[in-house]
């Protein structure tokens, strides 16, 4: 049990309970094992299992493999045919920069 703070990158192919927050992308791999409160840039399930609740900035993508059982808020929310997805699903508008233009995706 813990928290994973980040900036540009992360990616987890293993267990983690807790909090994750970051600036950057976050990746779940083959193994993802994740119960936790997620605040990120954009997130991206390629495979494993996510509990909890998730805030991310730009987007979220859920694919094939993956199991995704949480509460989900982004700009853009991308759910693959074939994947698991229980829980809430809220749009949400762009976080803008200082200038009033959309931050980039990635």
């Not at 994740?34 to 954009?42: F, Q, S, W, Y």
């Amino acid at each position: 049990e813990g928290r994973l703070v980040f900036e540009e990158r992360a990616r987890i192919e293993g267990g983690l309970k807790g909090e994750v927050w970051g600036e950057g992308i976050l990746i779940l791999g083959e193994g993802a094992d994740v119960e936790a409160t997620v605040e990120v840039g954009p997130l991206i399930v390629k495979a494993g299992t996510l509990r909890g609740a998730v805030r991310a900035r730009d987007l979220i993508e859920i694919h094939p493999d993956a199991k995704v059982y949480a509460d989900i808020t982004a700009p853009v929310i991308d759910v693959a045919k074939g994947c698991v997805f229980e829980g809430r699903c809220t749009t949400s508008s762009p976080v803008t920069k200082g200038d009033g233009t959309a931050e980039d995706v990635l």
